[in-house]
């Protein structure tokens, strides 16, 4: 049961740098999303993707792009990374309809942009 | 991009004591949910609410769904230091399948618990 699985756990970037934040779930769900948390802030949701080929933007998408090729996979790409990008990146699933039980969280992503 | 306000934003309890947080928001939302989320870990759900005036019980915790359906409250009984975290309130238009459904979170209630 791997659930929903985020890699790196951690990672420092220089600013302008380009990185990709990794996302898997193994529960054949059809909405996976990106959250961002800052201190004070909560989650704020980047993109989001309803199903393999469709992704959608959230709150706060600039300087991030994501792709669905496969149900499994949802990564994140930073363009040019800059520190106001440093952040705690949570990558989130859930099956289509099942509200009732909310989402799956991954353990997370820190990201530090220097 | 709307946020719901939490409150209070931390609390500092005996082990013992009752705990009571709330959620608001100035729109109306159909699902609400509440997560807890450890150092180091992702938020994990703790209950789901899908009526106006539903209250719900998991174990020491109770959560009711607000009758404008623009408010949320956790409770958690006799506190015990595992339930140290941060409890995020979470809302959802969607109430049924086939509806694009994001979250909107709350700003967090950071818990801690002393002996």
């Known amino acids: 049961n791997a659930g929903v699985t985020q890699t790196p756990k951690f990672q420092v970037l220089k600013t302008g740098q380009s990185m990709t934040l990794q996302c898997a779930q193994d529960?054949?769900?059809?909405?996976m999303s990106w959250y961002r948390q800052d201190p004070g802030m909560g989650l704020r949701l980047i993109h989001y993707?309803?199903?393999?080929?469709?992704?959608d933007q959230g709150e706060v998408p600039n300087g991030y792009n994501v792709s669905r090729s496969t149900t499994e996979d949802f990564p994140l790409r930073l363009l040019s990374a800059a520190p106001s990008q440093t952040s705690v990146y949570f990558c989130?699933?859930?099956?289509?309809?099942?509200?009732?039980?909310?989402?799956?969280f991954g353990s997370g992503t820190r990201l530090t942009v220097v | 991009g709307q946020q719901l306000n939490q409150s209070p934003q931390s609390m500092f309890i005996q082990e013992g004591e009752d705990v009571s947080m709330n959620c608001t928001s100035s729109?109306?939302?159909?699902?609400w949910l509440w997560y807890k989320q450890e150092p180091g870990e992702g938020p994990v759900l703790l209950i789901a609410?899908?009526?106006?005036?539903e209250l719900t019980s998991n174990g020491r915790l109770t959560a009711q769904f607000g009758i404008t359906r623009k408010d949320s409250f956790l409770n958690i009984s006799a506190s015990i230091p595992s339930d140290v975290g941060i409890y995020f309130c979470?809302?959802?238009?969607?109430?049924?399948?086939?509806?694009?459904?994001?979250?909107?979170f709350g700003t967090g209630t950071r818990l801690q618990v002393t002996l």
């Open positions: 529960m054949n769900h059809e909405y």
């Open positions: 989130a699933s859930g099956a289509w309809g099942v509200i009732r039980y909310g989402y799956t």
């Open positions: 609410l899908y009526k106006a005036g």
């Open positions: 993707s309803v199903g393999a080929g469709i992704t």
């Open positions: 729109s109306i939302f159909n699902t």
């Open positions: 979470a809302g959802l238009r969607a109430i049924n399948t086939g509806t694009a459904s994001k979250l909107t």
